[in-house]
């Protein structure tokens, strides 16, 4: 391709395409809002006029990258000298990520005007967020990833408080950005030590120079834990995940899908970038640390889980039991434990959003719709929610036919093909853990008589992004061939 | 009977056996409100039992000598092993015992007796289950364990009298049966003992050979028998027959083919593989001469006894009872159209297996012997070394076609000598033969003995013994049985109600209380929560300095 100039290729435009999209459009909403759209009550109208378009193209660019990827037979494209590589690893996570912002906008405009709060700003956050974790899939050098974890990070400082009026929004939005400041630092710190032990920030030849050193060297292990303390605060392991279950309360409930989901899956795709790239060659100092985390990051997400009563708070601890397991899949490290983990994310997005969005539905005027009684009777309320959160419930705690079972036999099957079989049993018996503060909401919903009587009223979008989240959760679960062909493709790096 | 063949281990052929022996069972006793069927199906129940109890015992016996029951398996553990040619070891009684199931299954001598009582079941089913398919299982497994056979030479020696025996004494029963199906259930045990025979001197794929012409002309035959009791309304006996050459005109002919098969007149089916049988008897170093003439006496009577049953049947004078003979009809299309497609296959079927005599034809005509080639290389090269060994010329061979074509021609002329042109013979020769007919026609007593000997000797006679033996010692025990049970289900109740409901109870309760302490330690103080991250990161180096 033609240079432009010799700072900004006409390949590193092509890789940045989808990036560029994001930001455009999410700047153009966050200037351009108020003037096309100056009817608050016609804000819904931002969705076709910005999001979806904004979407669609990075979409588009996103699939130019695939088609060119599959057309040229190379593993990947690199720019900016090393520092973006578009791989089959990137790519999946990015349609990953661009699921998940799509349904989560979809949803999310009836949810804002009942809580007061419809601003156009919401929907910049998100795509901004989203260019963030193109950066976070898509980087390979430290100053990259770094910039893009802060840029998404950001963003969901800002839509964690989004409910400017509400005092637990605030509180959560504060101590998420006051520990997240805080982990950052740890990152920054792992990061400097990473660069200053090899003179680089680029991943590949950060990797090549510590493979040359023994993995229980002290600086290698003093960059590797601070590292290491970042990532797993964003991926809300224990014992860095004290502030998940608070952000995960206080924060819109649209917002939290999205947290959930889409920044759980960015970070792992950090996570992975560096576990698997410049620390590879320490893997035996790290992989019995992250052991023991994963082990506690299961156990208190499941134990804590059982005794909660709000329902965003159970889905909270849930999650970071769920985080556990895809730790498991980063511990085997064998390519099925990859693809385990790459299917697990995928398969995350879909069932946690689900069950996200039933809550979602459950918020009414006068009803916050987060506690576990408020799921009572729902099948008789409207028997089309209540067998639609069974599914995603069912996937969650990874019974078959569902989607939720093939994450976790990946990540299971990969322990014992490389003989942690110990961690695969510990994780068993967690999952039977589980199921019993899962079927506590099944419980709710199927055997209490209703408190309320009226069926919910839903808005459109979030009807069809709930039977699309279904239905691909079971999809997955019933015909998971396409769906593994695609995890399998995160592979190739 | 698929998975029978399709098996390649003895367990799995096991189930199939089992399988098509059950439906067997069930088939003979079809009508079961007739006591004869019900009777008759529990018979070859309970005789084809004491084979497959053979059949069990050989095949765990070979697992132990071999460690397989796969047949490629079984064959590679025994292609090292030398013949048992004297000492009567392991291997000779896993193949007698597995023989002793295919007695039972391909109705030998002694446990033949089911087969021709389980002509009680419909005709279409004693066609294809008692002629062509079930009764052929035992020919099969025998063929297909060649490898274990061919190391125990006195094994061989004992399928091939066995053989013999069958064959020549189930002929001289059916010379003088009346009922049409009976005399076909007679012939069909002795073509087995051919088969069988042909086992025995080694010449595997001479009795495949024989099963597959059998099966095209004997099903020929039991269909046609069909008809013409359909023809008949329902009789049976060949006595109250004749003369009905012309009023079932196609049934005639088909069965006329079928009849002139087996008896191996040259040019169809029957003739290529009886003779094959009959050299190979002769030739093999396995077979002897005594056996060629037993084959041979045999296949004279075959001849005669089939002849007997034309001639009663179609030709003569009638002696239907006149209410019937209004009502002879041919059977419908969907009877005679089957008819006529087995007796172009018994035309036919034999030209796949041309004597290596006939050099007029080109190799081509010897196909069966070729296909069936790699099951039984390994006899080949045994059975071709000795016959060349012991080479017999061109010339015996022509002599000994010759011959049993002769015998085959002269048991038909006697037959049509007898009953149809001079009826009157048979009737002096039974009267003056009196004891050897009733002998004949009583199937040489061979089921009042075996009534005798185990039906009420051992059953009736054990039975008092079981009696007391019942009433005390099992009696008691199932009293003491029921009372244990109680007493451990009375245990079992408080175990339940106590320590499993407990344990869940428990274990929930467990659950319950422990997710508190997590609960408490998130106290919602931001402070409280770096200072957990802080804790955290004390925890890696902790970890680090432990782990070094």
């Known amino acids: 391709m033609n240079p432009i100039s010799q700072y900004y290729t006409a390949t590193d435009h092509f890789v940045l395409v989808p990036a560029i999209m994001l930001a455009l459009f999410g700047c153009a909403i966050l200037l351009l809002d108020t003037w096309i759209i100056p009817n608050p009550s016609q804000r819904k109208w931002l969705l076709p006029v910005f999001v979806l378009p904004g979407l669609g193209l990075t979409g588009f660019a996103l699939w130019r990258q695939q088609a060119f990827l599959a057309a040229s037979g190379s593993a990947e494209i690199t720019a900016f000298q090393g520092a973006l590589t578009v791989d089959g690893f990137s790519l999946f996570f990015n349609w990953v990520f661009l699921i998940a912002s799509l349904i989560v906008a979809l949803v999310s405009y009836k949810y804002l005007e009942i809580e007061g709060e419809h601003h156009g700003e919401y929907y910049g956050l998100i795509l901004l967020a989203q260019s963030g974790m193109f950066f976070l899939a898509t980087g390979t050098d430290l100053v990259t990833l770094f910039i893009g974890l802060e840029l998404m990070a950001l963003c969901f400082y800002i839509l964690v408080g989004f409910l400017r009026t509400d005092k637990r929004s605030n509180e959560a939005a504060m101590k998420y950005l006051i520990l997240g400041a805080f982990s950052s630092g740890f990152l920054a710190y792992g990061f400097s030590l990473l660069y200053g032990m090899t003179g680089s920030t680029k991943l590949r030849d950060i990797a090549s120079t510590l493979a040359m050193r023994d993995a229980w060297d002290p600086m290698v292990f003093l960059a590797m834990a601070t590292t290491a303390v970042g990532l797993l605060f964003k991926i809300s392991a224990v014992p860095f995940h004290m502030w998940a279950p608070d952000a995960y309360e206080g924060a819109p409930t649209t917002v939290t899908a999205y947290l959930s989901v889409a920044s759980k899956a960015a970070s792992f795709a950090f996570l992975l970038r560096i576990f698997m790239g410049p620390l590879a060659a320490s893997r035996a100092s790290w992989e019995p640390l992250l052991s023991i985390v994963a082990i506690l990051t299961m156990t208190v997400g499941n134990l804590a889980a059982i005794s909660q009563n709000n329902v965003k708070r159970l889905l909270a601890y849930s999650s970071i039991s769920h985080a556990g397991y895809m730790l498991l899949g980063l511990i085997a490290g064998n390519p099925t434990g990859i693809k385990g983990v790459s299917v697990y994310v995928l398969v995350y997005v879909f069932m946690n959003l689900g069950a996200f969005l039933v809550v979602v539905a459950l918020r009414r005027k006068d009803l916050l719709g987060e506690d576990v009684e408020d799921l009572a009777g729902l099948i008789h309320r409207s028997p089309g929610y209540a067998i639609l959160m069974l599914v995603f419930l069912l996937s969650l705690a990874g019974i078959p036919p569902t989607a939720g079972f093939l994450g976790k036999y990946y990540i299971f099957l990969s322990l014992v093909e490389t003989g942690h079989y110990l961690l695969a049993v510990v994780g068993t018996l967690y999952v039977a853990v589980a199921v019993y503060y899962y079927f506590r909401l099944v419980r709710s919903m199927f055997q209490t008589d209703a408190s309320v009587t009226e069926p919910l009223a839903t808005s459109l979008g979030l009807r069809v992004s709930l039977a699309a989240s279904a239905a691909l959760t079971l999809a997955i679960g019933i015909y998971p061939e396409p769906f593994l062909r695609l995890a399998q493709s995160s592979l190739t790096r | ?548």
């Not at chain 2, 070859?44 to 015992?57: K, P, S």
């Open chain 2, 1 to 548: 009977m698929l998975m029978l063949v399709l098996a390649n281990n003895y367990a799995l052929l096991f189930v199939g056996w089992e399988g098509v022996g059950l439906c067997s069972y069930l088939l003979i006793g079809f009508y079961f409100h007739k006591k004869s069927a019900g009777d008759a199906g529990k018979k070859a129940f309970i005789v084809n039992r004491v084979g497959d109890a053979g059949f069990i015992l050989g095949m765990l016996l070979l697992f132990a000598a071999t460690g397989s029951v796969k047949f490629t398996e079984v064959k590679e553990a025994l292609s090292g092993v030398p013949a048992e040619s004297i000492e009567f070891g392991m291997l000779s009684a896993a193949a007698l015992l597995l023989f002793v199931g295919a007695t039972g299954k391909s109705a030998q001598f002694p446990l033949y007796t089911w087969l021709p009582d389980a002509m009680e079941g419909p005709t279409p089913v004693s066609a294809l289950i008692h002629a062509a398919t079930m009764v052929t299982a035992g020919v099969y497994m025998v063929a297909r364990s060649n490898a274990l056979f061919q190391l125990t030479p006195m094994t061989s020696n004992i399928v091939a009298l066995i053989g013999a025996f069958t064959a020549i004494l189930a002929a001289s029963i059916g010379l003088v049966q009346n009922d049409i199906k009976r005399v076909l259930a007679y012939s069909t045990v002795s073509q087995l003992g051919y088969m069988v025979l042909a086992l025995g001197v080694g010449a595997y794929w001479v009795a495949v050979f024989h099963l597959f012409t059998h099966a095209f002309f004997k099903a020929l035959l039991f269909l046609g028998s069909g008809s013409v009791i359909h023809a008949l309304s329902g009789e049976q006996d060949m006595r109250n027959m004749g003369g009905l050459k012309d009023k079932i005109p196609v049934t005639h002919w088909t069965m006329f083919i079928g009849s002139v098969a087996i008896a191996g007149i040259p040019g169809l089916a029957g003739f290529f593989s009886k003779d094959e049988i009959l050299w190979q008897t002769f030739s093999s170093p396995l077979g002897s001469k005594a056996l060629y003439v037993v084959g041979l006496a045999t296949a004279g009577m075959t001849a005669f006894y089939m002849w007997r049953l034309m001639f009663l049947t179609f030709y003569g004078k009638s002696r239907v009872t006149p209410e019937v003979e209004a009502k002879i009809h041919e059977s419908p299309a969907v009877m005679t159209v089957p008819l006529m497609v087995l007796a172009a296959g018994s035309v036919l079927a034999g030209w796949v297996g041309v004597p290596k005599l006939w050099s007029a034809f080109p190799e081509s005509f010897r196909l069966f012997e070729h296909w069936l080639a790699p099951v039984f290389e390994s006899t080949h090269a045994v059975v071709e070394e000795a016959g060349h060994a012991a080479h017999h010329d061109a010339g015996t061979e022509w002599m000994l076609m010759a011959l049993s074509v002769a015998i085959a021609v002269i048991g038909i002329l006697i037959a049509r000598h007898f009953y149809g042109t001079n009826p009157a013979i048979p009737d002096r020769i039974e009267a003056s033969l009196k004891p050897l007919h009733t002998t004949l026609y009583n199937k040489w007593y061979v089921d009042e003995i075996y009534d005798f000997l185990f039906v009420n000797g051992l059953c009736k006679g054990g039975g008092n013994v079981m009696k007391d033996f019942d009433s005390n010692v099992v009696d008691g025990g199932v009293n003491g049985a029921g009372w244990l049970t109680r007493f451990s289900s009375t245990i079992s109740i408080w175990w339940d109600t106590w320590i499993i409901d407990g344990a869940v109870r428990l274990s929930s309760f467990l659950v319950k209380i422990a997710s508190y302490p997590v609960r408490i330690l998130q106290t919602g103080q931001v402070q409280a929560y770096a200072l957990f991250v802080l804790a955290g990161v004390v925890l890696f180096f902790g970890y680090y300095i432990a782990g070094r």
